[in-house]
């Protein structure tokens, strides 16, 4: 089997020939963009685990975003 042309080349390949700097700054591009797209970094609630209190948890807002409220002073 030859090389592959470099329109294939497969993304694990890609990042194996990044250096570690490049890697992390990758990384920093990915984190940025899953959460502009709404993710979060809250784990997510684990029902099998002796650790999960259900009144510990708190109400999460809708797209995982805080809640907005406009107050109006007279």
């Known amino acids: 089997m030859g090389s592959k042309p470099d329109e294939f080349v497969d993304e694990p390949d890609e990042w194996a020939a990044m250096t570690p700097q490049e890697r992390w700054q990758e990384s920093q591009k990915l984190w940025a ?3 502009a797209m709404g993710g979060s970094l809250d784990p997510e609630p684990d ?5 999960d ?3 510990m948890q708190r109400a999460v807002p809708p797209f995982r975003r805080a809640g907005l409220h406009l107050l109006r002073r007279h």
């Open 33 to 35: 963009f899953y959460l």
């Open 47 to 51: 029902s099998q685990s002796p650790f």
């Open 53 to 55: 209190f259900e009144e």
